[in-house]
């Protein structure tokens, strides 16, 4: 079965600090890894996406990794700001002749405190 | 580039009532999702269409959840009669064809009273 299970499923941290969010799925076969940002009242955004033959991805203070081999990806977010409290989804994608099909993880709830 | 628009925003109705949501997604985009997300969980996927055809529907509560998508364009999500249970925020999202990112709209909130 395709499942993605994120963790934790919340976070609280203090402004300044770092973070991780981890992310193992079972999709097969594997297409792409996303992880994406839910503001509050908002659709997800994407922030970084991840393939098969990349074990790391930077965009700012967001660094993701990916073990294709053991089937696990976590978002590291360095120097938190108040503006990253939202929900973190990791997305993993398996294409067929149909299109693009995205498996969703239940998310990971970070608020950043001042 | 306009991204993915839906409406309404918010909708209030009573259980037993009929509700539809509208979705128009970007430009081009062939691929065309409608997501339920219950507060505090992530996105499940209801319906994935590919122009006008089907893809996937295995998780649409087809006693009570319709959609279609006639022109291959814009979508239309039905629900009747609603459930206390249908609370949710329901998301549209679009894709280019075979394209790797959907992009989402913000989404319609429905509470069931």
């Known amino acids: 079965k395709n499942q993605v299970e994120q963790s934790p499923q919340s976070l609280i941290i203090l402004e300044g600090k770092n973070c991780t969010l981890q992310?193992?799925?079972?999709?097969?076969?594997?297409?792409?890894l996303r992880w994406y940002k839910q503001d509050t009242g908002r659709g997800p955004v994407s922030l970084t996406i991840?393939?098969?033959?990349?074990n790391t991805k930077s965009n700012g203070r967001y660094t993701a990794t990916l073990d294709a081999d053991t089937k696990q990806s976590s978002l590291h977010i360095t120097a938190s700001q108040l503006s990253d409290s939202a929900s973190y989804i990791c997305v993993v994608s398996r294409m067929n002749n149909a299109g693009n099909m995205l498996t969703f993880g239940g998310g990971t709830r970070l608020m950043v405190k001042p | 580039e306009a991204g993915v628009a839906q409406s309404p925003r918010y909708k209030i109705i009573e259980k037993r009532q009929s509700v539809a949501f509208w979705c128009n997604p970007i430009s081009g985009h062939a691929t065309l999702y409608w997501y339920q997300q219950i507060l505090g969980q992530g996105p499940k996927l209801l319906i994935q269409?590919?122009?006008?055809?089907?893809?996937?529907d295995s998780q649409l509560p087809k006693d009570r959840f319709s959609a279609e998508r006639l022109k291959g364009v814009d979508s239309t999500l039905k629900i009747q009669p609603a459930k206390l249970e249908d609370s949710a925020v329901y998301l549209c999202a679009s894709s280019p064809y075979k394209g790797t990112e959907a992009f989402f709209g913000q989404g319609t909130r429905l509470t069931v009273v």
């Open positions: 269409f590919q122009n006008n055809g089907v893809v996937d």
């Open positions: 992310c193992n799925y079972t999709v097969s076969p594997f297409s792409n």
């Open positions: 991840m393939t098969f033959s990349e």
